[in-house]
């Protein structure tokens, strides 16, 4: 496994990403889009992928970094980016690297990491070492965005290992590809929250062939108060916490998403003075 979540060794996902229905549906970019404003420039997002809220980020008028482990990725945001006007293209720098331990040499108004880039650091340590990074990186009072889902404990103790489930629409590529793609959950390692996943994707080819290809990787899942106590660990403050991007508080629906907005605070637990 790469240290990218399987968005490297897996040349496919980043082909097929900006497809994906329920990723070119996802309700998040007002939300990072209006909070990266608020912040002003400069902005760093993690995991920044094809670019999905990087380029609208851009659009919007502010500098942003994009952060991300996968090559392929980047690639193809290099790609989205060279459709844009000179003015937004001089807005971005890309710049691989892995989240876990960063050092850009330079400081941020605001950090954000959307779509639960967070979840592919499956250790504390590693959770630890990456909001460390993120901490040496934002100007005093300084904020950063940690989203990711709040675990469904329904579905952690009844999906059932090994069978394909979800019903999401098929999709098209520009090339004619069809793509019905489907989950699955190969284990459950309860003691560690990491779920073993494998997303599926059917692909018939124009002159009919046929492919399954397969992104497999571990999801660590977090439940709200561990994370609470991680970020006062490594030197932050929880302002809010949102079950949605249109900001409903966290707890008015279930499972809802689990956003957090956290200020960085003068010291983390153990630093010196
Ligand atoms: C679900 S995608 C989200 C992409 C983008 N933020 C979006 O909202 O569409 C997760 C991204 O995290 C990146 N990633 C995973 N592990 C990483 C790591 N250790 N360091 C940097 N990027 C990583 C992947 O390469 C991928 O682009």
Redesign the pocket.
Known sequence: MD???G??EYAFVADL?DWVVP?RN?P?ISFFVDAATQAGSPVL??????G??LIPSARAGLDVVG????SE?LAVCRQRLQQENATVQARVQLVQ????AFDLQRKFTLIT?????FQ??ITVEEQRSCLLSIRRHLIEGGRVILDLFNPSLEALVSRPEGQEFGDEPDFSTPDGRRVVRRHRTIAHDRFNQVTHVELIYYVTHPGGREERLVHAFPMRYLFRFEVEHLLVRCGFEVEQLYAGFDRSAYGSRYPGELIFVARKTTRAVGEAA
């Open positions: 240290s990218a979540g968005y490297e990403y990723y996802r998040d997002e993690i995991g920044c992928g094809t999905r809220v952060l991300d482990a996968s990725m690297a892995d989240m876990l990491l959307p779509f639960r880039p592919h650091l």
